[in-house]
């Protein structure tokens, strides 16, 4: 069993898994969002297993659903689900902030990798290789401050890269409710991490034909 929950917006859905943070996906439908989601196994695995984890997911049982909002429509996940409040131990957040440096990780290389021209979508859009990394670099800094950690702009590799060990530190704690922190753990880390791992299936799908 894989419990997941749906974020319902009125035009798309996304189906994200509650143990295994970042792997999301959003399309039409309730039942074709969960289908996606299942699609993507072979391509999460590959974080999982840089994480040192096995991969091995059951069957989608869908746990809650929550109503999206404009932002869900628009394709990024927005709501908080309500299992987001249950305590966090250490053993299981360190194994989500494994997951989350796998994902960085991941994306860090496949940036080095790749061509600055992407290929472009239907209509011409679609940000190149270096656009894609500040977007996502500088997302992170956005979100970091729903855990009341706060970073200046970045003007080296070293500014991020210290972002982010403080964001790890800050994610890696044991978590009880209330909390205190927009974000509970959890969600911060699933939000981050599915941030990252879509840009990183972006760029891999674009730089290909």
Do not use: N
């Amino acid at each position: 069993m894989t419990r997941v929950y749906l974020e319902l917006g009125s035009k798309k859905v996304f189906a994200c898994s509650l143990e295994w943070p970042g792997w999301c996906r959003v399309t039409k439908g309730e039942e074709a969002a969960l289908d996606l989601l299942m699609d993507y196994v072979p391509r999460y695995r590959v974080i999982a297993e840089r994480a040192g984890l096995a991969f091995e997911p059951g069957d989608p049982v869908v746990a809650e659903r929550v109503p999206g909002d404009a932002t869900t429509d628009f394709g990024a996940p927005s709501t908080m689900p309500e299992l987001d409040l249950e305590p966090l131990d250490a053993e299981e957040a360190r194994r989500q902030v494994a997951l989350l440096r796998a994902a960085w990780e991941l994306f860090d290389e496949t940036v080095a990798v790749s061509p600055e021209e992407l290929r472009k979508g239907p209509r011409g859009g679609g940000r190149d290789t270096s656009r894609i990394y500040d977007h996502v670099v500088e997302a992170e800094r956005s979100y970091a401050r729903q855990l009341d950690v706060r970073h200046k702009p970045y003007r080296s590799r070293e500014d991020r890269d210290a972002m982010r060990e403080e964001l790890a530190e800050v994610l890696a704690r044991p978590w009880e409710p209330p909390g205190g922190t927009r974000w509970t753990p959890r969600y911060a880390t699933r939000r981050l991490a599915w941030h990252v791992i879509d840009h990183l299936w972006e760029i891999e799908d674009r730089r290909e034909g």
